[in-house]
C-alpha cells in the first residue's frame, strides 16, 4: 500500500495513540491533517498538550470506546503489552472489531503472543513496526513494515495511509513484521556504530569531521545511516531523536532472534557492545550519534563542541 494524493478529509474516523514521543506526536498529528479525530497519550502531559493544541483530543478510558483503530508507539514489548491488556489495559475498552497497530520494536514471538490476545478479545492486531525518524514520521511518510489478517489491514487503512508513504504487507500472520525490523535495526544500528568508528579514525589522522562528512557522503562507503547522523557530529548537537539506549533494547532482540535460529551475528553483536559500553559512560540519553563520543574519548579526540 502506497500513500496516494487522495484527499482523506471525508473519512473522521477515530484514532487513538498511546506514545506521544518523537515518531508518536508526528504520526498523531499526521492523521489529524488527513481529517481524523485523534486521541493520544502519554507520560509527557506537554506532548498530551502540542496534540490537544493541534486540535486532538487526550485520550482516556471511556474515550477509548470511540477509537476503531489504536495505536501504540511506545518503547518496548513490556510497555506494549501494559498499555493494551496489564494497566490500564486499554484494549478492554476498545469496541468489538477495533484494530490494534503495533509499532514497538519487538520481538516475532511477543507480537504472536499480543496478537492471540487480541483475538481472543474480539480485536484485530496489525504486528506494524515502522521506520523513517521524527522529520518523516510529522510528514506521514513512514516505512511501515506491518503483517497480519486482510481484515487488519483494512480496518488500519486509514491511518496507514495518513502515516506511510509505503505499508510493505508482509503476510497475513503477526511477527513477521517484527522480523522485518529486526533486520532493519541489524543494519541501522551497525551502520551508526560504524559512523561513530570511521568519523574517530579520520579524526585520528588529522581529517576534520566536515571534511569526512563532505567526501564520504558522495563516495561508495556512504549510507543513509551515515548521512543522517555525522551531520549532527559536526554540529556537535546531540538532542536525541534516537537516543543511544535504544540500541541495546533493539539489536538485543536482534541476537536473541539469531540465537534462537543458531545463527551467528558478530557484526551486530558487537555494536549491541559499542552501544552497552556507551550507555555504561553516561551516554544512554543522548541521540545515537553521541556513539562517536565514545570512539573519541577512548583514543584522547576531540569533537565539534566538546573539550
Known amino acids: 500500500m502506497s500513500k496516494t494524493s487522495d484527499p482523506k478529509t471525508t473519512d473522521r474516523g477515530t484514532i487513538a495513540f498511546v506514545g506521544l514521543g518523537a515518531m508518536g506526536l508526528g504520526m498523531a498529528q499526521s492523521c489529524l491533517r488527513a481529517g481524523h479525530r485523534v486521541l493520544g497519550l502519554d507520560l509527557n502531559e506537554g506532548a498530551v498538550a502540542r496534540l490537544i493544541e493541534a486540535g486532538g ?3 482516556t478510558p471511556d474515550t477509548a470506546r470511540d477509537a476503531a483503530i489504536f495505536v501504540s508507539v511506545v518503547l518496548n514489548a513490556a510497555q506494549t503489552r501494559a ?12 469496541p468489538g472489531g477495533a484494530v490494534i497497530v503495533s509499532c514497538a520494536t519487538i520481538s516475532p514471538e511477543d507480537a ?8 481472543g478479545l474480539g480485536l484485530l492486531y496489525l504486528d ?7 522529520a518523516r514520521a510529522a510528514q506521514g511518510e513512514l516505512s511501515i513494515m506491518a503483517s497480519g489478517s486482510r481484515q487488519a489491514f483494512e480496518a488500519a487503512a486509514p491511518a496507514l495511509s495518513a502515516m506511510a508513504q509505503s505499508v510493505h504487507d508482509l503476510g497475513p500472520e503477526a511477527g513477521a513484521g517484527s522480523a522485518m525490523k529486526a533486520v532493519n535495526q541489524l543494519l541501522a544500528g551497525v551502520h551508526i556504530a560504524a559512523m561513530g568508528e570511521a568519523l574517530a579514525l579520520g579524526i585520528s589522522q588529522g581529517l576534520t569531521p566536515e ?11 556512504t549510507s543513509w545511516m551515515f548521512e543522517n547522523r555525522a551531520p549532527r557530529v559536526v554540529e556537535g548537537d546531540y538532542e536525541a531523536r534516537s537516543a543511544v539506549d535504544i540500541w541495546p533494547k533493539d ?6 532472534i539469531a540465537e534462537s535460529a543458531a545463527l551467528s551475528t558478530p557484526v551486530a553483536g558487537a555494536a549491541l557492545a559499542r552501544f552497552r559500553e556507551a550507555s555504561s559512560k553516561g551516554l544512554g540519553a543522548l541521540d545515537d ?5 565514545l570512539y573519541a574519548s577512548e583514543a584522547g579526540l576531540s569533537l565539534p563542541g566538546r573539550a
Open 211 to 221: 571534511r569526512i562528512l563532505q567526501v564520504i557522503s558522495v563516495s561508495a562507503g
Open 57 to 59: 483530543e487526550k485520550l
Open 83 to 94: 498499555i493494551l491488556y496489564d494497566d490500564p489495559g486499554f484494549a478492554r475498552h476498545l
Open 128 to 134: 506494524a513496526p515502522i521506520s523513517g525518524g521524527a
Open 112 to 119: 504472536r503472543d499480543n496478537a492471540a490476545q487480541a483475538d
Open 289 to 293: 550519534s553521541a556513539i562517536t563520543q
Open 251 to 256: 539489536l538485543g532482540i536482534v541476537t536473541e
